[in-house]
């Protein structure tokens, strides 16, 4: 099972930027269906955005516009860049990896992040 480390949360204040980034341990080409999701405290874990092998992405209607998911499959890491943060964007963000041959979620441990003035 593929394991995944995030990394580039932190503290930003309203309308600030922040780049996440999720390595792989293994490669995430063809195989994999990439996700950013996040949970904030007493909410369900929710999609931000997901990236096919193929590169067809979804995001969820509260970032777009304001979120962009990107992979790079050479250097086997998913990339979300967020800007014009809102506080409503406060949560811990995880990535995931859903294999699409053994249908299998991998999920990393998060990281927080937290947007306050």
């Known amino acids: 099972q593929v394991q995944l480390v995030e990394s580039g949360g932190g503290l930003v204040q309203p309308g600030g930027s922040l780049r996440l980034s999720c390595a792989a341990s293994e490669s995430i080409s063809n195989l994999y269906v990439m996700g950013w999701y996040r949970q904030a405290p007493g909410n369900q874990r929710e999609l931000v955005a997901r990236?096919?092998?193929?590169?067809?992405?979804i995001y969820a209607d509260s970032v777009k516009g304001r979120f962009t998911i990107s992979r790079d499959n050479a250097e086997q890491t998913v990339y979300l860049q967020m800007n014009s943060l809102k506080p409503e964007d406060t949560a811990v963000y995880h990535c995931?990896?859903?294999?699409?041959?053994?249908?299998?979620?991998?999920w990393g441990k998060g990281t927080l992040v937290t947007v306050s003035s």
């Open positions: 990236i096919s092998s193929g590169g067809h992405i």
């Open positions: 995931n990896a859903y294999n699409t041959n053994t249908r299998m979620d991998s």
